[in-house]
T-cell receptor
Framework: GAVVSQHPSWVICKSGTSVKIECRSL??????MFWYRQFPKQSLMLMAT?????????EQGVEKDKFLINHASLTLSTLTVTSAHPEDSSFYIC?????????????FGSGTQLSVL | QQQVKQSPQSLIVQKGGISIINCAYE??????FPWYQQFPGKGPALLIA?????SEKKEGRFTISFNKSAKQFSLHIMDSQPGDSATYFC????????????FGSGTQLTVLP
């Protein structure tokens, strides 16, 4: 099956610093990628939809200046948490859509655990 | 906001038993219904999926039953094993312009040895 690589798998940073998370589709081209946030024992919350070559579409309540998304190529999307604070600590997950004819599947990265001290 | 309601929140099953997780959706435009399995500290992995033109799909020990008129679908795990212990999410996919997954709230499955 398709593979989505997410890096890093975990990161610890000081409050006020910025953190970049990468999401790569390894064996397919993804025109659309999605970024989710997940709190412990909760479901995935969609943060934004990332489209290659255009601006990301953010869900209501998600600060676009706080969570910068770049989708510069068909295989790479990045999420930058700017000026991170402890309340930004969470599990961040990306997904990418693979379209093969009539079959469409969404594959997820392994997630990034962000801890802001 | 379109919702997918999932139950139960948690489920404990003996090894060899059948695990059943249910989901109900609201938007009749949804046309793809996947189930994801998530282990702690990992991203969700696609387990099995169904489209509304069929009522059942089986892959190994995993079966999706789909009731279009009731707008409900369920995951059945036959011969449940301790290795199946994980969180399971149902989801519905909207093929409109947004084309986003809507997730259920998740079910924590524990299979006792």
């Amino acid at each position: 099956g398709a593979v989505v690589s997410q890096h890093p798998s975990w990161v610890i940073c000081k409050s006020g610093t910025s953190v970049k998370i990468e999401c790569r589709s390894l064996d397919f081209q993804a025109t659309t990628m999605f970024w989710y946030r997940q709190f412990p024992k909760q479901s995935l919350m969609l943060m934004a939809t990332s489209n290659e070559g255009s601006k990301a579409t953010y869900e209501q309540g998600v600060e676009k200046d706080k969570f910068l998304i770049n989708h510069a190529s068909l295989t790479l999307s990045t999420l930058t948490v700017t000026s991170a604070h402890p309340e930004d600590s969470s599990f961040y997950i990306c997904s990418a859509r693979d379209t093969d004819g009539s079959n469409e599947k969404l594959f997820f990265g392994s997630g990034t655990q962000l801890s802001v001290l | 906001q379109q919702q997918v309601k999932q139950s139960p929140q948690s489920l404990i099953v003996q090894k060899g038993g059948i695990s059943i997780i249910n989901c109900a959706y609201e938007n009749t435009a949804f046309d793809y219904f996947p189930w994801y399995q998530q282990f702690p500290g990992k991203g969700p992995a696609l387990l099995i999926a169904i489209r509304p033109d069929v009522s059942e799909k089986k892959e190994g020990r995993f079966t999706i039953s789909f009731n279009k008129s009731a707008k409900q679908f369920s995951l059945h795990i036959m011969d449940s094993q301790p290795g199946d212990s994980a969180t399971y999410f149902c989801a519905s996919y909207y093929s409109g312009s947004a084309r986003q997954l809507t997730f259920g709230s998740g079910t924590q499955l524990t299979v006792l040895p």
